[in-house]
């Protein structure tokens, strides 16, 4: 059976397989459909393009976008938009300014605990890349502050352990429009993870289009339970490894936690009927 994974991430954030290892190692591991879906920027995907057709794989334009809802931060992914829609291009630009200023207070934190990282450091880390907390784990494992990469979530840097941090994302409602106006289609990132039953409904309501029903993090029932709502609610099904290459505990699901293909033609279909009308307009 055919097979894809929408949901992965490269070295254009905080994966550790730059753009062409994904797709020799999604060809490898005989994925027919692939989506990067890099925290905050696109630059993956536009980096894998040439690959992805020589290995003949589709890969579509995807991105995971961090946004705002009720004080809290949701995880959105974006598929089949159009890359270069300038508010999208301009909203991701935006989103990895946020990240700067959320990565500046979490270090102004780190210092008050003692621990000196400097900015200069996480960029380094991050190669150019989104920037994010995993960066700043690399630099305190670098540093020998910590030993490891769940050691420095543990101690430093878990939603738990940090105090709020007053991310300037986008706010949900607003990322679900600028993806629908670029001709994308917008789907909820590992519910399971995240969000009771009520919460997932009261977010769903918020226009996306599908949910993550396959995400490693989600056991069977979970996933049965998010299948039948998805069927009931008319809403697309998507799917994937969240596969980062090191240190996410996915990395042995690539290939292997997975999406039917048709699925994907479903949601390649609705983003092209939402671009169509766009260009009508
Ligand atoms: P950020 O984008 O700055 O919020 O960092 C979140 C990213 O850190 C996630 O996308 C994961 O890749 C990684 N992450 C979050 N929590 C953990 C954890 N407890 N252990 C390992 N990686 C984590
Ligand atoms: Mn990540
Ligand atoms: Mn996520
Ligand atoms: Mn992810």
Known sequence: MAKADLHTHTTASDGFCSPKQLIELAASRSLNSLAITDHDTIQGYLDARPFAEEHQIRLLPGVEVSTRWEGREVHLLGYSFEPDNEPLVQLLRLQRKARRERVKQILDQLRKKGVEITMDEVVAESNGGTIGRPHVAEVLIRKRI???????????L???????????YAEITD???????????????????????NETEGLLELGLDGIECIHPSHHYDQQKQYLELAERENLLITGGSDFHGKHDGYTP????????DSRVNELARMAR????LLHEE
């Not at 878990?158 to 300037?168: P, R």
């Not at 009927?273 to 169509?276: A, D, E, G, L, P």
Request: aromatic letters at 10%; charged letters at 20%; glycine letters at 10%.
């Open 146 to 156: 910590v030993s490891s990469f769940p050691e420095a979530f543990i101690r430093y």
């Open 253 to 260: 699901y690539f290939g292997i936690v997975t999406l039917s």
């Open 158 to 168: 878990g939603s738990n352990i940090l105090e709020k941090l007053e991310a300037g």
């Open 175 to 197: 990322v679900i429009r600028v993806i629908r106006e670029a001709g994308g289609a917008t789907s909820l990132a590992h519910p399971g993870r995240m969000y009771s039953r």
């Open 273 to 276: 009927r939402r671009s169509i």
